[in-house]
């Protein structure tokens, strides 16, 4: 309904009449509207931080009527008055009045005036104007509009509530189950409907209005006792609490709407939320695994024994093979479940997902590259604390081992260095202990070596923090102290026995002259006795009289020989005579030398019956020489006569053998007379070998008067005897070839004239070389060359003929290529001369080049062989 008036005659609006007179008569209708309108318009101006007492005063000013309209409107008034005169109090009315008419309302009979004179049916008339405008007039449930539409609306939703029937909006509600109905359907939580009954309508009113008043921000508009104390309450009262229970209830209407909406939303936002915390967790546990493993992997605290490190890398590999796997698997699901959120967030238009400080898959990636950082390193951290333990193991059994065997050594060896021997000992024995004790310094010293390398083996057990350090480090202690105390008595008993030996040493220094010259005379006269009897091998005259000139030299020497024989001699005996004057601990036999006067005297005597002896072998010796000097001259003599006759002879018969005087048959004849004369100069040949064993029994090696050999003679003879012989056997083959291959004599002479002069090129030399000389002897006979001369006159294929054919082909170089070989060739051939020639390597080669010479000689030469 638009407007206010008294006039219409519907259900909801009587007329005024009607209205005055139902104020009159039920005053109790009055009561309830002014309760209700008052909450009503209270429940809208706290929004603007105020309220009203007093309906029918509070908005008399029209200040607080304007602020209600603007409030329950949302659009605001023209300024109001703010003078406090009657026609400002009017201007403000008739502004919202205004504002009531703009919105399509109708106000009959109610004028500014009133209000502000304070008329509370017109008051009330106007609020109630306002609550239809404003809270009924748009209500609208299928098609029905204002109160029909808000009597349809609480029908639907008690509907279900057997107790409960709205048929108008007065004695409908007296009970109060329709209130608490309304309430239930909508928030059952609020109300235990069971127990409310219908015989009880205080409590059941006071329970909807006091749950509305507390949870649906309903301010509590009527008392129950005036409900139920009126035979039919306000239904102006009534439709005005109904209403703010259907705004009340449809706004959830709406808000069940976007909730469902929302819901939509949160659902994606939960699981979304809960895959982000799933992967914080995921992440949170993943980090503090590896903040929890990095410190073990990174403590390289070691320890003592090598199980306890083989636990550890056996716990390693444990973590390798068991423990790290699943994370690898959680880091990946990690970044797939990432990956996933962010692209469902994407695709849901949902900002993308940023993990809390330090979850970054970034950080995860970063902690994770620590944690194989410190995996890296503690693996061989292990292996090498298992080596630094095994060298530890094996230092301490070094050091055990060396410690034993020295303190071994030095078990007994202070009490030896502390007892009294020297204090009853002979110099002799003095000098004896002495050496002895220079022996044990000498031990003592090689020891020292030992005693530091105890002590370098405990330091480097200390250094790499050996558990048992303590007990090494005192065992060690022990031994450099007593190493100490062996150092101090040793020197001490060295003092001692040196003082001892002084007092000793003044009786002494006869022996020891003594035997400081009896030493090298003895010597001497051992030496001479050698000479002496020294057996002697000479060759020369010159030998044997160096020999002899250094036995007179010796001779020379014997005079002053014999007079230190006698001063040694009477040393001793003053020796004697001290020992028997002082009665010293002296007696006996010399302590520095074996050498008695007896041997010295024995020794001289034996010197003086060699020197004799010597000069008669001396002399037989020269006479030996003298003899093999006359054989060496003997030999020498008949040497250089033989031997340059058989080099004459030899250079004769190479000339025979080239010159061509008369027929073959005249030159046989020729070589068979001079073999004859040859044969006659055997006797001589025959004393030089008889003369050459007579110098090999005398064991004569040199010959210093002829550069002749009895081999050299030898060899001379048979070499001329052989060449003789071979010459004679030469010319009777030529006899043989001329008559065999009808040679006539003048052929035979140009054959005899080209082989003794041929001067050919050095390439063709070498090929003639070849044939004529196969074995290389580096001697051609004429035979050999008839042959030769013979062949080449034939005409038969050659390796200069083939040389030159591949000359042809290979465009006249000293090589032929690969290429050149298959153009020219037919295939088989090519390849044939391809795997058998070699590689040339003339300066001028160039890659392929091939050896097409020394093929061609190859091909003929072993047949010519």
């Not at 797939?336 to 400080?357: C, D, G, H, V, Y």
């Not at 034993?404 to 202990?433: F, R």
């Not at 030529?734 to 004239?753: C, H, P, V, Y």
Request: hydrophobic share 35%; with cysteine.
């Amino acid at each position: 309904m638009d407007h206010y008036d008294p006039q219409q005659t519907n259900d909801y609006m009587q007329p005024e009449e009607d209205w005055d007179r139902d104020l009159l008569l039920d005053p109790a209708w009055e009561k309830q509207q002014r309760k209700t309108f008052t909450a009503w318009c209270n429940s809208h101006l706290r929004k603007a931080g105020t309220q009203i007492e007093n309906i029918e005063e509070d908005f008399r000013d029209g200040l607080k009527l304007m602020l209600l309209l603007e409030v329950i409107s949302g659009e605001r008034l023209a300024k109001p008055e703010r003078g406090k005169m009657r026609v400002h109090k009017i201007s403000n009315v008739n502004k919202a009045l205004d504002f009531i008419a703009s919105k399509g309302v109708k106000l009959v009979s109610i004028g500014a005036e009133e209000i502000v004179d304070g008329n509370v049916k017109m008051t009330l008339g106007m609020i109630w104007t306002i609550i239809l405008r404003f809270a009924i007039q748009d209500i609208s449930v299928e098609e029905t509009s204002a109160k029909e539409g808000l009597l349809l609306w609480c029908q639907r939703k008690t509907a279900p509530y057997k107790n409960v029937n709205i048929q108008n909006f007065h004695i409908s509600w007296k009970d109060g189950l329709g209130f608490c109905a309304l309430i239930h359907r909508h928030r059952p939580e609020l109300i235990d409907y069971g127990k409310l009954r219908k015989d009880d309508p205080l409590t059941n009113l006071n329970t909807a209005f006091d749950v509305a008043e507390k949870y649906l921000d309903i301010p509590k508009m009527l008392d129950a006792e005036d409900i139920v104390g009126t035979a039919r309450p306000d239904e102006k009262a009534i439709m005005t609490y109904v209403s703010s229970f259907y705004h009340a209830f449809s706004g959830a209407q709406k808000a069940e709407t976007a909730a469902n909406r929302i819901c939509k939303v949160l659902a994606v936002n939960q699981e979304n939320e809960q895959l982000m915390e799933d992967y914080e967790k995921l992440a949170s546990d993943l980090l503090e695994w590896i903040r929890r493993t990095i410190p073990w992997l990174e403590n390289r605290a070691p320890e003592n024994t090598m199980q306890a490190m083989q636990q550890k890398l056996e716990d390693f590999r444990d973590y390798r093979r068991l423990h790290k796997p699943p994370k690898v698997q959680e880091k990946c699901q990690l970044e797939i479940n990432f990956n996933t959120l962010q692209t469902k967030l994407r695709l849901s238009n949902r900002p993308a997902f940023m993990p809390s400080e330090g979850k970054m898959v970034s950080d995860i990636n970063n902690a994770w590259g620590g944690l194989e950082q410190a995996e890296k390193g503690y693996e061989e951290w292990l292996l090498n604390e298992i080596r630094r333990l095994e060298r530890l193991d094996h230092l301490a059994e070094k050091f055990r081992q060396k410690a034993s065997i020295h303190e071994s050594w030095t078990d007994g060896k202070e009490a030896m260095l502390q007892q009294k021997d020297y204090e009853t000992a002979t110099l002799s024995e003095i000098k004896a202990l002495l050496k002895k004790h220079e022996a044990f310094e000498s031990d003592l010293a090689a020891h020292q070596d030992r005693v530091e390398q105890i002590a370098a083996i405990a330091q480097e057990l200390n250094e790499l923090d050996y558990y048992d350090s303590p007990s090494v480090n005192a065992r060690c202690q022990k031994i450099c102290d007593q190493w100490d105390n062996l150092g101090a008595l040793t020197q001490k008993r060295r003092e001692a026995l040196e003082r001892t030996e002084k007092l000793l040493e003044t009786i002494d220094q006869l022996y020891l002259e003594y035997a400081k010259r009896a030493a090298p005379f003895n010597n001497w006269m051992e030496g001479a006795m050698e000479d002496l009897q020294d057996t002697f091998i000479v060759h020369t005259i010159e030998e044997i009289q160096g020999l002899t000139t250094a036995h007179e030299q010796f001779k020379a020497t014997l005079p002053d020989a014999d007079k230190e024989r006698q001063a040694i001699l009477g040393i001793h005996n003053e020796v004697s005579k001290i020992v028997q004057t002082y009665h010293v601990n002296m007696a006996g036999t010399n302590p520095y030398t074996t050498i008695t006067p007896h041997e010295i005297n024995g020794k001289w005597e034996h010197v003086r019956q060699l020197v004799p002896r010597r000069d008669q072998a001396l002399m037989e010796e020269h006479a030996r020489q003298q003899q093999n000097e006359r054989l060496r001259k003997q030999f020498g003599a008949q040497a250089n006569v033989i031997g340059p006759w058989i080099q004459t002879k030899m250079e004769e018969i190479g000339r025979i053998s080239i010159e061509m005087h008369g027929t073959l048959e005249d030159q046989l004849n020729h070589l068979r007379q001079y073999e004859k004369s040859i044969v006659n100069y055997k006797p001589k040949i025959d004393q030089l070998e008889g003369d050459h064993q007579q110098i090999q029994e005398a064991l004569i090696f040199d010959n210093k008067h002829t550069n002749y050999t009895m081999e050299h003679i030898r060899v001379g003879w048979e070499q001329l005897l052989t060449t003789i012989a071979r010459t004679i056997n030469e010319v009777e083959n030529q006899i043989l070839t001329r008559d065999a291959k009808g040679i006539s004599q003048e052929q035979m002479n140009e054959f005899r004239a080209s082989f003794n002069h041929f001067d050919r090129g050095e390439a063709e030399f070498a090929r003639i070389m070849s044939i004529v000389d196969p074995n290389r002897l580096g001697v051609v006979t004429f035979q050999a060359f008839i042959d030769f001369m013979s062949r080449e006159t034939a005409d038969t294929d050659t390796a200069d003929q083939v040389m030159a054919s591949f000359k042809i082909l290979a465009g006249d170089k000293n090589y032929i290529t690969v290429d050149e070989l298959r153009r020219e060739l037919p295939p088989d051939q090519a390849e044939y001369c391809i795997a058998r020639m070699a590689p040339y390597n003339g300066r001028d080669a160039v890659p392929g080049a091939l050896d097409y010479m020394s093929f061609s000689t190859a091909l003929y030469g072993e047949s010519d062989l």
